[in-house]
C-alpha cells in the first residue's frame, strides 16, 4: 500500500515569492506521482505527473516538481507565484502499475498575498 | 476539459434516506473512481470500476455501494445517509493504459 504526507497544510507567500511545497511518499513498489490544484469550489486539475525518464517534471502554470527516489520525496516549486495561484494543492502517489487508484495526501492551502 | 458530469450538484437531504449520485462520462474510459473530499482528509477512495459490472472497494467503503451498468455511468448510493457522509464527491475517470485521472466538478452532499 502506498501512502502520501504532504508537510505543510498551509503555506503563506507573498506575490512574486518562490515556493515549494512538500511532498513525501511511502510505498514498497515502483510508483507514478502526481500534483493536482483545486481553486476554491472547482474539481481537481492536474498540473504535472511523474511516470519514468526525467526526474524533473514540467506542469502547467510555471510549475515543476523533481521525484528524489533516495529520498521518496516529490516537492513541487514555482520560482514566482501570482495571485491566482491561490489553491489547494495536491501530491497523489498509484502504483506504476496502470490504472490503479490514486491515493491522496491531505493538501496543502496556498495563499499568494499581494 | 474530459467530458465528466455528476448530478446532482448539490443535494441536502435527512438522515436515514437513500440517495444516489451519478457519474457521467463521454470519454468511453473503462475506468471510474468516486472519492469523497473533507477538510484534513484529503481525497479518499471510496469505490472504483475497472469495466462494466466490475467494481471494487477502496479505503472508505462502509455504507456506499455502487453499480455500472454500462461504461458512460457509474452511480454511488447511499443506502441509509449518515451525518458522517455529510461531503464532496468527486469522479474521475482514466483510460485503459493511463495513469492520469481526470476529475468532475464534485457533489456537495448535506446530510442533517
Known amino acids: 500500500a502506498q501512502s502520501v504526507t504532504q508537510l505543510d497544510s498551509q503555506v503563506p507567500v507573498f506575490e512574486e515569492a518562490p515556493v515549494e511545497l512538500r511532498c513525501n511518499y511511502s510505498?514498497?513498489?515502483?510508483?507514478?506521482l502526481f500534483w493536482y490544484v483545486q481553486y476554491p469550489n472547482q474539481g481537481l486539475q492536474l498540473l504535472l505527473k511523474?511516470?519514468?525518464?526525467?526526474?524533473l517534471v514540467k506542469g502547467i502554470n510555471g510549475f515543476e516538481a523533481e521525484f528524489n527516489k533516495s529520498q521518496t520525496s516529490f516537492h513541487l516549486r514555482k520560482p514566482s507565484v501570482h495571485i491566482s495561484d491561490t489553491a489547494e494543492y495536491f501530491c497523489a502517489v498509484s502504483e506504476a502499475s496502470g490504472n490503479t487508484p490514486l491515493v491522496f495526501g491531505k493538501g496543502t492551502r496556498l495563499s499568494v498575498i499581494a | 476539459d474530459a467530458g465528466i458530469t455528476q448530478s446532482p450538484r448539490h443535494k441536502v437531504t435527512e438522515t436515514g434516506t437513500p440517495v444516489t449520485l451519478r457519474c457521467h462520462q463521454t470519454e468511453n474510459h473503462r475506468y471510474m473512481y468516486w472519492y469523497r473530499q473533507d477538510p484534513g482528509h484529503g481525497l479518499r477512495l471510496i469505490h472504483y470500476?475497472?469495466?462494466?459490472?466490475?467494481?471494487d472497494k477502496g479505503e472508505v467503503s462502509d455504507g456506499y455501494s455502487v453499480s455500472r451498468s454500462k461504461t458512460e455511468d457509474f452511480l454511488l448510493t447511499l443506502e441509509s445517509a449518515t451525518s458522517s457522509q455529510t461531503s464532496v464527491y468527486f469522479c474521475a475517470i482514466s483510460g485503459t493504459g493511463e495513469n492520469e485521472q481526470f476529475f468532475g466538478p464534485g457533489t456537495r452532499l448535506t446530510v442533517l
Open positions: 511523474y511516470l519514468s525518464g526525467s526526474t
Open positions: 470500476s475497472y469495466g462494466v459490472k466490475d467494481t
Open positions: 510505498s514498497s513498489v515502483s510508483v507514478y
